[in-house]
């Protein structure tokens, strides 16, 4: 069956008709587009410097990486501002997000969205990348503390498939979750140094040792005792400073706390949008309609179509190319398990829901006439599975004023300012809805004229030292899973 699509919103005219159609739906939705106003340009987290590493070629042939589309796709209509809009964790009372350290220090941080401005073309997020919910501590002595980063993203309502030769995510942010913390893929800048017989990071630094960029970790494994009960960290190895890289908290799997703040624990129900990638395309966690065209058939996981390589020795690459004897990988086992490298895994077209990028064309709660959309992926376990969020290619044309260290956002003079109102905020702890209530009452908030560049001088909080915190599980970590919300979820029957 083919998926029928609505006709591109080209200009702000026919943006503006849409918005007001909403309005007769939602009175308090359309009161609460306000005027638009200009912003400074901002910088955008790349956390892990100008490097940009490729490494799809390794373990997706060519030939699978399909980048043919059918009519109804090619006419790629503009995502509805109102329905962006209305994702977003908005903070309206400044409320802070807590954290805590292996050390035992704690703090707190503005968390959540701060501002969101749209135009014909694009939605522009300005967000401090700290989550609402606790986080820490990092048990693997992680230096760094979480800090607020004012991040300004552009994700363009005009998405559009890649037609040519899909983009790299690089290391660093690839997209951001609905609170603002950043999506990152599946490296961590490290990779194997066959002559120094270890991993290096790539950029130097151990003795100006680097690594050979032929093994790349996979920081799920690699990284995986420094992550907390959500599955999140801050990212380390760079001095704090500005543009340093020191206190970026952000994921590269399953963002567990995020998902349970959205009610995204149900397997029998669709789910959410958890963030969008900066190719415009939505990701969603990890439960989607068993036929991709029909909205009304069951729920069941999506599965990944990556599947691990059968090897022993680490001496060819996915795609059948011999290594180089200089640049072998280390035998697998040990300290270097299958998966340690994400050379270990292959891309088997039709093994699994989705395809190389990690996504699949669906109808969706959000989209009932079909969207190209991400998945977060997990095991029949319930445990995270390659490549996890975003594979290792975008699907669409990507926004690159969002990639760094250079990248900057610029928010347009004629973009509006929107404030979500009040009542129909998603509460946290609560599921998210597809569209604003008809009923909410807007914001009182007024609209802002400059980004404020301080934290609110209200009183700050002391952190949540009660909370249940709780060591991550993965299989490989040899713990056991607490008796929180995915501890439930992989008691029930993973579909």
């Known amino acids: 069956m083919t998926l029928h699509r609505t006709r591109p919103i080209r200009s702000a005219l026919s943006l503006a008709l849409s918005l007001a159609l909403s309005t007769a739906l939602s009175t ?13 340009a901002a910088r955008v987290a790349h956390a892990h410097g100008p490097d940009v590493l490729d490494v799809s070629a390794r373990n997706i042939a060519p030939s699978d990486i399909d980048v043919q589309t059918s009519d109804a796709q090619a006419a790629d209509p503009p995502i509805p501002a109102t329905t962006s809009l209305a994702t977003w964790r908005y903070n309206h009372d400044a409320h802070r997000g807590a954290y805590r350290l292996s050390s035992g220090a704690a703090g707190t941080n503005l968390a959540d969205v701060q501002q969101l401005w749209f135009d014909a073309a694009s939605i522009f997020v300005r967000a401090s990348g700290i989550p609402a919910y606790d986080i820490g501590p990092f048990a693997d002595g992680n230096p760094n503390v979480p800090g607020e980063q004012d991040y300004v993203y552009r ?3 005009d998405a559009a498939l890649e037609t040519g030769t899909p983009r790299a995510t690089g290391l660093g942010s690839i997209g951001t979750f609905v609170n603002g913390v950043p999506i990152y893929n599946a ?15 790539n950029m130097g630094g151990m003795g100006g040792q680097r690594g050979d960029r032929i093994w790349n970790r996979n920081a799920a494994l690699a990284e995986r005792r420094g992550f907390d009960a ?23 799997i399953d963002p567990t706390c995020l998902r349970a703040a959205l009610g995204d624990d149900d397997v029998m129900r669709h789910s959410p949008i958890i963030g969008w990638a900066f190719d415009g395309f939505p990701l969603y966690g990890p439960y989607g309609y068993a036929d991709a065209n029909d909205a009304s058939s069951t729920v069941r996981r999506m599965r990944s179509s990556y599947r691990p390589r059968d090897i022993a020795a680490r001496t060819t690459l996915a795609d059948g190319s011999a290594v180089p004897a200089a640049q072998t990988g280390p035998p697998v086992g040990g300290a270097f398990p299958l998966g340690w490298y994400v050379e270990d895994f292959t891309f088997a077209a039709g093994s699994g829901d989705l395809d190389a990028f990690n996504g699949r064309w669906t109808r969706t709660p959000e989209f009932p006439d079909g969207i190209y959309a991400y998945f977060t992926t997990l095991d029949d376990a319930g445990e995270p599975a390659y490549p996890y969020l975003i594979g290792p290619r975008y699907r669409g044309r990507v926004a690159a004023d969002n990639l760094g260290p250079g990248g900057r956002v610029v928010v347009p003079t004629g973009a509006a300012t929107f404030v979500p109102p009040v009542a129909t905020d998603v509460p946290r702890n609560a599921t998210a809805g597809p569209s604003p209530s008809s009923t909410g009452a807007p914001s009182a908030e007024p609209t802002p004229t400059k980004p404020p560049t301080t934290a609110p001088t209200a009183a700050i909080p002391t952190a949540t030292t009660a909370s249940p915190i709780v060591p991550c599980y993965l299989p490989w970590a040899g713990r056991l899973p607490s008796a929180g919300v995915e501890a439930r979820q992989r008691s029930a029957a993973i579909r």
Do not use: K, M, V
């Open 28 to 40: 308090a939705f359309a009161i609460a587009l306000s005027l638009a106003l200009a912003l400074p």
């Open 155 to 157: 994700l363009p309502l």
């Open 187 to 201: 490296l961590d800048a490290w990779s194997y140094s066959a002559a120094a017989g270890r991993d290096a990071p």
């Open 230 to 252: 959500c599955l999140g960290h801050p990212a380390r190895g760079q001095a704090q400073g500005a543009g340093a890289a020191n206190g970026r908290y952000h994921h590269h």
